[in-house]
């Protein structure tokens, strides 16, 4: 099946930062999303990202697929961005295909 | 808006027991998935359904089943519970569609169940 690295794994920050996370997948695909999952445990969405740049206020990514990498940027960090990211990917052909996620990068952002 | 619904959010089992999980996609979404995550790992794929028929499955242990209804909700039904069942199980939900000949299904996860075997 498809492998999905995240780096870096571990991402200590101080208050008002920038970041960039990565992603690095071993196979086409055709969906991509960035998720957040916060100390509670909830999963939150931030971009649907197969190909292209977005931006959603202090985060953006931009995804290459012909290079299968994509990329997480947060600016101006908060203590609130603290926790775990997550890319996953798949490769649509039908309703229901899974995504497969990657390891995750642990973001702790310091005041 | 409206997001995916799942109960109960906390459930606590002894092993060998039988736990029934519930999920309740948004409003008109025809798709639902199903993602275990245990301790400190990232949510792995268990099973889909599209229109109440099984779509993708994963690895998930026989001991498991699941259905979707006719409402578009669906359950997951878990026997012989043992300690490594316990994890955090998350359903998520999307609305498949087609884009300028491009496949689109973003998928929306719930808050999540919380299962400790004991």
């Known amino acids: 099946g498809i492998q999905v690295e995240q780096s870096p794994p571990d991402l200590i920050l101080q208050e008002g930062a920038n970041s960039t996370l990565r992603c690095n997948f071993s196979d086409s695909v055709n969906n991509l999303q960035w998720f957040h999952q916060n100390p509670w445990g909830q999963l939150i969405n931030l971009f649907y990202?197969?190909?292209g740049t977005k931006q959603n206020g202090r985060l953006s990514a931009t995804t290459v697929a012909t290079e299968r990498y994509s990329l997480l940027y947060i600016s101006s960090s908060q203590t609130t961005d603290s926790g775990v990211y997550f890319c996953a990917v798949g490769m649509i052909k039908a309703a229901g295909n899974k995504l497969t996620f990657g390891g995750g990068t642990r973001v702790l952002v310091k005041p | 808006a409206a997001g995916v619904i799942q109960s109960p959010r906390h459930l606590i089992k002894e092993k060998r027991e039988t736990a029934t999980l519930k999920c309740y996609p948004i409003?008109?979404?025809?798709?639902v998935y199903w993602y275990q995550q245990g301790p400190g790992q990232d949510p792995q794929f268990l099973i889909s359904f599209y229109e109440k028929m099984q779509s993708d499955k994963g690895s998930i242990p026989d001991r498991f089943s699941a259905q979707q209804f006719s409402d578009y909700h669906s359950e997951l039904n878990m026997s012989s519970l043992e300690l490594g069942d316990s994890a955090l199980y998350f359903c998520a939900s999307s609305l498949y569609w087609i884009r300028d000949r491009e496949n689109t299904d973003t998928q929306y996860f719930g808050p999540g169940t919380r299962l400790t075997v004991l």
């Open positions: 990202i197969p190909s």
């Open positions: 409003p008109r979404h025809d798709t």
